[in-house]
């Protein structure tokens, strides 16, 4: 993330795989990270940026402290868990009350499926036994995270919906072969493609609801509306294939 993010401070200027932003034209400044990486990468963010950070939350599998201003968290993976469900209400009142002069910087990793989460009409407990059921089907990474998106009320770009009209840059570590932004985490800030109707196929091929014994899964729809995503910007900062790379490099 250092070699890609860098402040001019002279200017003002977050400056992102050559990418200016203005941040003299923001009142706030918020970071939220979540996923396996969030914890390093918001400390390594919090270098770049300091005190322009008006305040901040993480969401990872460790515990951790960058400075006063960010509140860490230690949340279940692989399973959704109801700490889970209320650290992800916790961050989200901190994006209660942002205006179109607001940015949130969004760091996104693997493992925020299950440490952001915030389910549509079921429990935690059947929503782990519903990743369960797919998983142990074989459902893909692809399969899995459509259903995600449609139980939950802040995947498949509902996190962009929360935090507009608020501008919103996404700092993406894919762990998703192939590198679709919108499945990494489940998409929270980025337009879905994928529709409920999907999701309802996928659930009705590996035959989820009957063998859980539910009488149905209740879906809902994710944001289409364009208007949500305009002021959005969204960046690949570590993939698979770089991580790769970067082993041939050291081995060689």
């Not at 990486?37 to 402290?65: H, P, W």
């Amino acid at each position: 993330i250092l070699e890609q993010v860098k402040y001019d401070e002279k200017k003002h200027q977050l400056v992102i795989q050559n990418k200016k932003f203005d941040l003299s034209r923001y009142k706030k400044i918020i970071c939220l990270g979540i996923g396996k990486a969030a914890l390093e990468a918001a400390t390594a963010f919090y270098r770049i940026l300091g005190n322009k950070i008006s305040r901040g939350f993480v969401i990872d599998v460790k515990e951790g402290f960058i400075n006063e201003k960010i509140i860490c968290r230690a949340g279940t993976h692989p399973l959704i868990s109801e700490q889970n469900i209320n650290y992800t209400k916790e961050a989200l009142s901190f994006l209660e009350d942002l205006t179109k002069d607001d940015l949130v910087i969004f760091i996104v990793s693997g493992g925020g499926s299950a440490l952001f989460e915030l389910p549509f009409e079921i429990t935690a407990e059947k929503q782990a036994e519903i990743f369960k059921a797919l998983t142990k089907q074989g459902a893909n990474i692809k399969e899995l995270n459509t259903v995600r998106k449609h139980i939950s009320l802040v995947k498949g770009g509902q996190l962009a919906k929360k935090i507009y009209p608020a501008s919103l840059i996404s700092l993406v570590f894919s762990d998703v072969p192939g590198d679709d932004l919108s499945m990494v985490a489940s998409g929270p800030s980025l337009k879905d493609s994928t529709t409920a109707r999907e999701a309802q196929a996928v659930l009705e091929e590996y035959k989820v609801a009957q063998t859980l014994n539910l009488s149905s899964i209740k879906l809902v729809e994710t944001p289409k509306e364009e208007k949500y995503f305009i002021n959005t910007r969204n960046f690949l900062i570590v993939s698979p294939a770089r991580a790769l790379l970067a082993m041939r490099e050291k081995a060689e």
